[in-house]
């Protein structure tokens, strides 16, 4: 009788629902812990990346010590060092021996790069660019006349470029940059200073390209830190995120985002013409050739008038130069020999070393970066003929010498498809 008026499921259900309430308790503390842990390691693991390679301190700390020494001297040097008016903002770093900072100087807006330390001569998973003597601001050397600096250049250009016919009017524009405060008289820290940037590549094709408008604009150095002018608009494009955030998005979705923040049609093809005029420049240009080692977006920008910028010029290299260190490179597969992110030769087997020779022209990785860009949203009477323009270029194959008529033949229809669509606009 008992059982009948207090059936045992009277008791076992109440017992069952805590059990079930203690049960989905524990299973969201214990998500809700490993959330904190997980978003803590990457917040740990994000900012201790981020200390060690923004070392913007660390740099200016070392310039500053060379310059009070009278060891270098530059037109950014007395700003830097002593009126503190040349700020480093925020951190772009992306390799910790290459400082990049958004900085501002007086009523300037700019970009700031320094060099931080020694890297090797030559590294495939490096920079191309020898930091040995720039680093210990060791040449000219006391009591090197303004002749033999001069000297100095023009043998260090023909190591770079070539045997170039109007090396000496380069030498030339270097021998006025380095006089910085333009009293007529190059001193020895200032001569210093210009050898020092003189070993990166960044510096030489600012040089090389200054009467054109796709490198930023040199506004003045210490040492091997320069100050370029800023550009408005980067990278070429694409949507900056937090890193926080950055972290937690999807590569697919990433990809999309970045094509939905670009600008209206007509500006693109500007910015694309740009490009392709600089793959121009830098192939047969006034002081030789130039490979570009890696085409990507993020090396890109462009300012208000849509004309193409080059932000990161450190893999755009010279010809001349790369043959000669990566002929030096042993290899067992063809990946052995890859250069940046876009410099490929192949191997030869027979000697385990790499050939000179890359396998796509400038024009083919140029292409490649600009389809998705600039066929997206193109107007329907020109969609179908660029299309079939770009993925002519995209196939190019060897080197731009080897199929020279072919490969200005796809330039110049690129150049003039996009230009006669847009030369009736006010985006021209």
């Avoid at 700390?61 to 700020?87: F, H």
């Avoid at 980067?234 to 999309?256: F, Q």
């Avoid at 731009?400 to 498809?417: D, F, G, R, V």
Wanted: hydrophobic share 35%.
């Amino acid at each position: 009788m008992a059982r009948g008026l207090f059936p045992w499921g009277f008791f076992r259900k109440p017992l069952y629902n805590q059990a079930r309430f203690s049960y989905l308790h524990m299973k969201y503390l214990f998500f809700s812990w490993l959330a904190v842990f997980v978003g803590s390691w990457i917040v740990y693991v994000e900012y201790s990346t981020y200390t060690e390679l923004c070392r913007g301190h660390d740099c200016k700390n070392s310039i500053c010590d060379k310059y009070r020494k009278g060891v270098i001297d530059g037109s950014a040097c007395s700003s830097l060092c002593e009126k503190d008016t040349l700020y480093l903002g925020k951190c772009f770093t992306a390799k910790p021996n290459s400082q990049v900072y958004s900085g501002s100087w007086g009523d300037l807006e700019g970009v700031i790069k320094c060099q931080m330390e020694e890297a090797p001569h030559y590294d495939l998973g490096g920079d191309m660019e020898p930091r040995k003597e720039a680093a210990t601001f060791s040449k000219p050397t006391k009591g090197t006349s303004v002749e033999k600096f001069r000297e100095m250049i023009f043998n260090h250009l023909k190591a770079k470029v070539g045997d170039q016919a109007n090396l000496a009017d380069l030498a030339t524009q270097v021998l006025s940059i380095a006089d910085a405060n333009k009293d007529g008289h190059i001193s020895l820290p200032e001569a210093r200073s210009t050898w020092a940037l003189l070993q990166l590549n960044e510096f030489l094709l600012a040089l090389v390209l200054q009467d054109r408008e796709h490198t930023p604009k040199l506004l003045g150095f210490c040492g091997d830190l320069y100050v370029l002018d800023k550009v408005p608009h980067s990278p070429l494009y694409g949507i900056s995120l937090p890193w926080i955030i950055e972290v937690w998005i999807p590569a697919g979705l990433r990809r999309s985002m970045d094509q939905w923040f670009t600008p209206s049609w007509p500006h693109k093809a500007k910015i694309s013409i740009g490009l392709l005029e600089l793959v121009e420049d830098i192939f047969h240009g006034t002081f030789g050739s130039f490979l570009m080692c890696d085409v990507s977006a993020t090396n890109f920008g462009y300012n208000d008038r849509h004309d193409l910028k080059v932000m990161d010029a450190r893999y755009i290299v010279p010809e001349a130069i790369f043959q000669e260190e990566i002929r030096q490179q042993r290899c067992d597969v063809d990946e052995d020999c890859l250069y940046g992110a876009d410099c490929l030769t192949s191997c030869d087997l027979t000697k385990h070393r790499c050939t000179p020779e890359v396998t796509r022209p400038n024009l083919a990785k140029a292409c490649e970066a600009l389809k998705d860009y600039i066929l997206r949203g193109a107007p329907s009477d020109v969609s179908e003929e660029l299309e079939k323009q770009l993925y002519a270029c995209i196939a190019l194959k060897g080197s731009a010498e080897q199929m020279e008529i072919e490969h200005s033949l796809i330039l110049n229809n690129l150049k003039t498809l996009l230009w006669k669509k847009i030369s009736h606009t006010k985006d021209s």
